[in-house]
């Protein structure tokens, strides 16, 4: 699907302003694309086109590259162009901005590596004309590296355009919050943030490189055109601050604004956070609907600091919405109650259905009952994560669970646990010898584990073997996590889809296989109601990759009875959390429970990754609805209809 912005040039920046009244609190242009293959196949024909002008005139284009997830999508669009329409890339010179310091170029998280896995390996450029920094240059050294890639970047004649990602702290490069407007090609210390987000890339933090050199901000600025790539929900907010905060070295992207070809290319859910889709009331007329009134009420509590039902009509004038009030022709009062018993609606303790209950008002139909509810989980924490409370409580209210594990999660299971495995069956062996019994083959098992995992090194690829223990280890773990929140051994599955199986973070895409394998569990599950997640995830994190299988397997289903009338609930894991007027679905938790489920959560031993801050995000959303004037719980799990649900209601 395409929004009529998708047609507006990229590379044309008309200077720095947007220009519509709805974008005047946005300093640099920002364009919103529908998705991120839609943006990256609009960007890699402009360059395409760039790429083509020059062959004609004889001359070489300069391009400035971008590692991490962002800029897959338009590298296989630049190789799809290469093979299918002839694009050579034989008059193109680049410059990658940054390298992780100590990472030979054999490393499989080097950058140098990712380009040529990702781009370089598959079209006709010139081995000659890339240059990436040398991540492996004595410290002493450094600093004549750097400056001699300024001064290559120079000697080709500047970067004509450089393509840029953003990072969680706003880098762009790997300039990190108090990076300056001039700086140059350096060495830098990367936070403690973006050493946390590259963790399940480097199988744990604790792996993730201390330092790396970078193009500086004053280098990137001096490229002719730049065009930053965002997607997904968690990157909406690092967004907001780039494109309408203060310029400040605190957030390096803003400097962006200081050019006069910059654009934001972004998808819908890294934009959500902008004014105009967040208060679309602060920056001109709106269609007054009941999701806006909700959201603009419920942002008028939040922003006074008063619960909806103490609102009044000059509260709504005075913050700029007061047209909300002129358009229903009602008072501040009226509107409150509305919106107040709206958002009362949306708790409920039944997350299945209430039997036997007037379901006028509630999230979810008292029947049928018991309900058939199939809950995705896309790596095996995330359901505990998103729904540890709910899943108890439909197991309670006796409805028939599913618990579906889509992938293995191997990638995330650190060594030792894996070597752990293999020394126990190694003493076992010895022991059982002594009884006389032969454990031959039991033993081969686990010597041949602990060689592979010692020939791999810290960095390497896992075996298949390694890969299928990992996964069967956190299988284990994940059963046990389903025991705390009632479920029986038999309710889980793992279906371990196989993109999974078969890549590496960053190297995912999803395969019809990946799409038949969902298409048959929920077809012989026959659901009343689905729980997913990753709709708004990062394209390329196996969230998205699962949920986009889910999609596609949803919408070839679309003539099976029991869809018709299946419901499907969206839940956030890690990804940015539900604002209070987007959810439609409150599930609130006692103490008890919230206990569980950090008790769940932390049976994943084997990935090091108490995510505890799930609970923190359940009591904030508490705290929300307690502010808005609702009862006061412990804490909440937020869900959302899919609107892709045709058969919602
Ligand atoms: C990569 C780079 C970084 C990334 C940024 C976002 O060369 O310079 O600034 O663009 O960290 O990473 P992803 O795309 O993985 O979210």
Known sequence: MTTPLDSAPILEASGKKQSTQQERFEKVRTLVHSDSNSASK??????????????????????GLATGSTPVPFYRELIRLHEDEKLSFHNVTTFNLDEYYGLTQGHPESYYRFMRDQLFDHV???????????????????????????????????????????????????????????????????????RQDAAADFMGVANVPRSAITMGVGTILKARRLVLMAWGGNKAEIVREAVEGEVTDQISASFLQDHDNATFLID????????????????????????????????LSGKLQKPILKLVDEDYNESGTGELLASTSQEAYEVNISVFNHVQHTISGWPGGKRDADDTHRPERAFPFPKRVLVLSPEPADAFIGIGGTLERLKEQGHIVKLVFQTSGNLRVADGAALNFARVVLEMAEEESHANTNWKSQKEYANSIVEAIKEKGEFGIDPERVRKLKGLILRGEARDAASVCRMEYSESEFVDLPFYENGRYRRFQTTEDDVSLMNGVMNEFTPDIVFATGDAGDPSSVQAICFRAFEAAWNELSGAAWRRECNVWLYRGR????EAHEIEMAVPMSPDQMDRKAESIRKFISIGDDDQNALIRNREAAATYDALGLAEYEAIEAFQKWKGNKAAK
């Open 42 to 63: 609009a960007l890699a024909l402009e360059v395409a086109e760039m790429i083509r002008a020059r062959q004609a005139a004889g001359e070489n284009l300069v391009l």
């Open 124 to 194: 006709d450029i010139p081995a000659e004309q890339i240059n990436i920094p040398d991540g492996t240059v004595a410290m002493e050294a450094v600093y004549d590296h750097c400056l001699d890639y300024e001064q290559r970047i120079e000697q080709a004649g500047g970067l004509d355009l450089q393509i840029l990602g953003i990072g969680r702290t706003g880098h762009i490069g790997f300039n990190e919050p108090g990076s300056s407007e001039d700086s140059i090609t350096r060495m830098i210390t990367l936070d403690r943030v973006t």
């Open 268 to 299: 819908k859910a890294a934009s959500t956070a902008l004014t105009r889709f967040q208060f679309p009331w602060l920056v001109g007329t709106v269609d007054w609907d009941d999701r806006m009134r909700k959201r603009a009420v419920v942002w």
């Open 575 to 578: 990804d940015r959390p539900y």
